[in-house]
T-cell receptor, first 112, second 109 residues
Framework: NAGVTQTPKFRVLKTGQSMTLLCAQD?????MYWYRQDPGMGLRLIHY???????AKGEVPDGYNVSRLKKQNFLLGLESAAPSQTSVYFC???????????FGDGTRLSIL | GQNIDQPTEMTATEGAIVQINCTYQ??????LFWYQQHAGEAPTFLSY??LDGLEEKGRFSSFLSRSKGYSYLLLKELQMKDSASYLC??????????WGAGTKLIIKP
């Protein structure tokens, strides 16, 4: 009964380094999302996917790239990390657009 | 622009009732969600309203007025485990969720 699994849970990077965050869901959901959560702000959508092989930009896509090669996986990449990308990143998935989203436990990312 | 407003923090007493308000402005509207988020954890779904009125789920109820752009979450018989942040999110015409910053609810014995 895993639901949505995010790896890694924590990571510290230096400015300019790259990394990939992995999100995996075992609920056969079509829709997947990447959010960032910063203190005093609501969740902000980075990128999303409405099905295998599709991706779209959200509210704050700059500096990030995504891929959805398999239905169960949604990857978020940072090509050249910046301190402004220090945040908690959440992945979510759902069966339909107006259905509840199920969240992973988050990845806490610090960029020095 | 699109905007969600909810109080930053509220305090209530164990066993009491608390109402957390949320006002929203979105381009189109496809429903309003409430989520609970304990510190350091993931948000979890509480309720969804798309029609006007009150939806009751055990100790939690959620109300929506589309004409006023207003919703509230009502928590009854408060327990210490209800200490958490409560996130309001409105779905716009593109089915994108616009999230509030959350209301941190502190429960005192």
């Amino acid at each position: 009964n895993a639901g949505v699994t995010q790896t890694p849970k924590f990571r510290v990077l230096k400015t300019g380094q790259s990394m990939t965050l992995l999100c995996a869901q075992d609920m056969n959901h079509e829709y997947m999302y990447w959010y960032r959560q910063d203190p005093g702000m609501g969740l902000r959508l980075i990128h999303y996917s409405v099905g295998e092989g599709t991706t779209a930009k959200g509210e704050v896509p700059d500096g990030y790239n995504v891929s959805r090669l398999k239905k169960q996986n949604f990857l978020l990449g940072l090509e050249s990390a910046a301190p402004s990308q220090t945040s908690v990143y959440f992945c979510a998935s759902t069966t339909g657009e107006n259905q509840p989203q199920h969240f992973g436990d988050g990845t806490r990312l610090s960029i020095l | 622009g699109q905007n969600i407003d909810q109080p930053t923090e509220m305090t209530a007493t164990e066993g009491a009732i608390v109402q957390i308000n949320c006002t929203y402005q979105t381009s189109g509207f496809n429903g309003l969600f409430w989520y609970q988020q304990h510190a350091g954890e993931a948000p979890t779904f509480l309720s969804y309203n798309v029609l006007d009125g009150l939806e009751e789920k055990g100790r939690f109820s959620s109300f929506l007025s589309r004409s006023k752009g207003y919703s509230y979450l009502l928590l009854k018989e408060l327990q210490m485990k209800d200490s958490a942040s409560y996130l309001c999110a409105a779905m716009d015409s593109n089915y994108q969720l616009i999230w509030g910053a959350g209301t941190k609810l502190i429960i005192k014995p």
